[in-house]
């Protein structure tokens, strides 16, 4: 039967309370509970739309909580909190969490659309023990992440990407047994990249922070399919970390300082892109077979030894500025003037020959750079403008590298 709705008479929160159980005493549905409906009404207060936003339009505390934008419950109590309108491009909230989030008991899923919420996260998500999906990301939260996460042992997923958090990342993080997803990049978090011992673990992003130190071996689980470390200061060897990982099919190390070999494993991966990039890799490159990823970016870094033919089979290849030595392998020249190469960047190197006719028409979908090697290229082709206008390494740096 349908109840008029009552006005409140004062701001006071016992008075909603009130009001909403009197027009709810004849309601089919269940009432909501009441410390659940105080939480709402505490969060609400802490947060405003941003212009151009009426998310919380629906949030009037005379009529049932259960249907306003964002809120679903089971039975007397919220289970899913999603703050902001979802959709792309809308504007988010401002203000601030409020810990009395903490208290909502049996919520599962808590998530904040992009906006410009301010402030640390609350201490008292720790309490939150069914919670399984947790993501804050592009706001401006700032602080620590709060190590009394680690007690939620049911979460999946952790988003806090797009923040201004600093600190480290708590190991009680790595020890949560259920984690699927973490996304932590785009902070300035600190120190190392812990433990992760979660065996159902598919995505791990923690690019763009300030993190440092070397992965510890079986610190990373099998299970990843989507690893990214880049702009960071990692460093170390990867030969005992990155062997085990044969599920992943997203590889980016990029800018980091991780050194030693490059594991002839990781080429075996099925990757459609390895990003291995200004580090400080050094040592030949020694494929097993025929690599089928279809971009390889090995850029500065300090390999050397000859370009291994097994590498010949990569669409997009990054080369450049490295240490490689010798004949660029018959079998490039093959697959680049059958388009089969569409990227070739083998300048700032040591290479000393290429076997191709200078008559040769590289494909227009082609792009081949041969510049500041120790030999004259043989045809022009156009390089990037990083690549200098020097198209020939000094003869002196070419002798006294063979010595």
């Known amino acids: 039967m349908a109840t008029k709705q009552l006005r409140p008479l ?78 792309a491009g809308a504007p988010g909230l401002t203000g601030r969490l409020d810990p009395a989030i903490g208290k909502l008991s049996a919520l599962v899923e808590f998530t904040v659309v992009p906006g410009r919420i301010i402030g640390t996260l609350p201490q008292s998500l720790s309490q939150l023990r069914n919670l399984r999906f947790l993501a804050i990301s592009r706001n401006f939260l700032h602080g620590e992440i709060p190590a009394g996460l680690g007690q939620l042992r049911n979460l999946r997923t952790l988003d806090l990407s797009y923040n201004l958090l600093t600190g480290v990342i708590p190991p009680s993080i790595g020890a949560l047994p259920e984690l ?45 399919q989507s690893l990214s470390l880049s702009w960071n200061r990692l460093g170390g060897p990867l030969n005992r970390v990155i062997d085990r990982l044969d599920q992943l099919n997203y590889l980016d190390l990029s800018l980091n300082e991780f050194t030693g070999w490059i594991p002839a494993r990781v080429f075996t991966f099925p990757l459609a892109n390895l990003q291995l990039q200004r580090n400080s890799f050094w040592g030949p490159v020694q494929p097993a077979n025929q690599v089928t990823i279809p971009t390889v970016d090995l850029s500065y870094n300090r390999l050397s030894g000859q370009i ?29 003037l059958a388009a089969g190469i569409q990227v070739l960047y083998l300048q700032h190197n040591y290479l000393t020959g290429i076997e191709i006719n200078p008559t040769a028409e590289i494909p227009a979908s082609s792009s081949l750079c041969l510049q500041y090697n120790c030999m004259v290229p043989p045809l022009q082709t156009p390089c990037p403008l990083k690549a200098g206008s020097q198209k020939t390494r000094p003869t002196g740096q070419c002798n006294e590298w063979k010595g």
């Open 10 to 87: 004062a701001p006071c929160c016992s008075l909603l309370v009130t009001l909403y159980l009197l027009q709810c005493e004849f309601c089919v549905h269940a009432i909501l509970d009441p410390t659940d409906f105080l939480v709402l009404q505490s969060i609400r207060k802490r947060l405003d739309d941003m212009p151009g936003s009426n998310y919380f339009a629906s949030w009037d505390f005379t009529s049932d909580p259960c249907n306003f934008a964002g809120v679903y419950c089971d039975s007397d109590k919220v289970i899913t909190l999603n703050l902001g309108d979802p959709r």
């Open 180 to 224: 699927s997803n973490v996304v932590l990049c785009h902070n300035r978090l600190t120190g190392s990249v812990p433990s992760f011992v979660s065996k159902t673990l598919t995505r791990l992003d923690l690019k763009r922070n300030d993190l440092s130190g070397s992965l510890e071996p079986n610190s990373l689980p099998p299970s990843l």
């Open 308 to 336: 291994s033919p097994m590498l010949s089979t990569v669409q997009n290849l990054y080369l450049n500025n490295n240490r490689f030595t010798g004949q660029v392998p018959g079998s490039f020249v093959d697959r680049l």
